[in-house]
């Protein structure tokens, strides 16, 4: 042992088993109090082991902080997989070698894909191979740090819409693997990362705890979320919603908003924004707004993103302490009011978006707007390419 201290915790048991010493292969009949594991012939050869056998020493039926397994588990190895609502879609193909879905983990740092040579399967591999944990090494009993997110928590969930699933099979799996009153993150998604609208479930749970949310890739018939059913609700992240989806989203404490690909009814998206009093971020791709208004009680609001809203006509800017607009691909953008006048200065970025003149003149007028307007072009509008100036000024 390295002290004292430690030697005292570890008081040796004797038993009258035979054994043999960890370190010179004597007869023992002493071992570490602490995981009752090893045995050694005498003191002498316990501190000496002790540099290498602390890495190991649980007490007896511990439990591992980052896996929530039994520290004997796994002979002593954890394995922990990437955590399904850290994991960033970085895109899928198809080749020679089937089916290769791309990923990033916040978690961890790695980039990885997982290869499946039959999509009817499961069987995926992940390349390269050493990327299939997102942690693998010893157990620990030891707090972990704040921030590391390579760890199993029980309060996260992950449900997976596989083939073969009906619309009542999964329905019903969405209580009974999870408790939807303890749960804090949750992920739902298609398991194997295409969008299938045979199952079409519906997401009206109490999760009174729940405060991330991410629904990814399945046929939803109707979502309920608000201050009555999910009252912690501060992120959530939806792609590939239905056009026909019933959705209401009505919580006011929510923060973080990312939704991809939905082309239907955008009504719901106005009453979310109407409600909340929390958000800070707003980010949207391929979603089929025509109007939106930031209105003034969204005082905490920093960042809008809004990308290929291709039927977005009118916006309006009344966040007072926006930082960031950036405006991609809005093709049909006609009117654009910023209120109040008094308000913090922010960043304005317009990537292919062919504005209208009214738009560019409230842009290059407004005191809080930064904007570059080079890039204007009389017949083309904001980013427009010379095919397109050429094409407007033919006609």
């Not at 980052?66 to 796994?74: D, G, I, V």
């Not at 809004?306 to 926006?322: E, Y």
Request: proline share 4%; net charge negative; with cysteine.
């Amino acid at each position: 042992m390295s002290s004292n201290s430690n030697n005292n915790n570890k008081e040796n048991t004797m038993t009258t088993d035979h054994h043999s010493c960890s370190m010179c292969g004597k007869d023992s009949k002493t071992r570490c109090s602490q995981c009752q594991s090893k045995w050694y012939c005498g003191r002498e050869c316990q501190k000496t082991d002790w540099k290498e056998h602390k890495k190991i020493c649980f007490p007896v039926n511990s439990t591992c902080t980052r896996c929530l397994l039994p520290t004997s588990a796994n002979q002593g190895i954890c394995c922990v997989p990437h955590p399904e609502y850290l994991m960033e879609d970085m895109g899928s193909s198809f080749g020679p070698d089937g089916q290769t879905l791309s990923f990033s983990c916040k978690a961890c740092g790695e980039h990885f894909s997982k290869v499946n040579k039959d999509r009817h399967q499961t069987n995926f591999s992940f390349q390269p191979a050493h990327a299939e944990w997102c942690f693998q090494g010893r157990h620990t009993v030891k707090p972990l740090k704040e921030g590391d997110e390579r760890r199993i928590c029980n309060d996260v969930a992950t449900i997976n819409r596989n083939d073969g699933d009906t619309t009542q099979q999964f329905q019903q799996r969405l209580t009974t693997e999870m408790d939807p009153s303890t749960v804090r993150i949750l992920v739902i998604q298609n398991g194997d990362g295409f969008y299938d609208d045979t199952v079409e479930p519906v997401l009206d749970l109490h999760m009174p705890l729940l405060e991330e949310l991410q629904l990814i890739n399945v046929c939803f018939s109707k979502i309920v979320l608000n201050d009555a059913k999910t009252p912690r609700l501060s992120t959530i992240e939806m792609q590939n919603l239905p056009d026909e989806c019933d959705m209401e989203l009505k919580c006011s404490n929510l923060r973080d908003f990312n939704c991809r690909h939905h082309h239907g009814d955008c009504e719901w998206v106005q009453d979310m924004l109407d409600t909340t009093h929390q958000l800070v971020s707003f980010r949207t791709y391929k979603l089929g707004l025509d109007e939106v208004k930031f209105g003034p009680h969204l005082a905490m609001l920093k960042h809008i993103y809004i990308h290929r809203s291709d039927c977005l006509c009118d916006v309006v800017l009344g966040a007072p302490h926006l930082q960031y607009l950036r405006l991609q691909g809005c093709y049909s953008l006609e009117s654009l009011k910023i209120k109040p006048k008094g308000g913090s200065r922010f960043t304005v970025e317009t990537v292919n978006s062919n504005m209208s003149q009214q738009v560019i003149k409230t842009l290059k007028n407004s005191p809080r707007v930064m904007w570059d307007g080079d890039e204007v072009d009389e017949h083309a509008g904001v980013g427009g390419s010379p095919m397109e100036a050429m094409f407007r000024m033919m006609h």
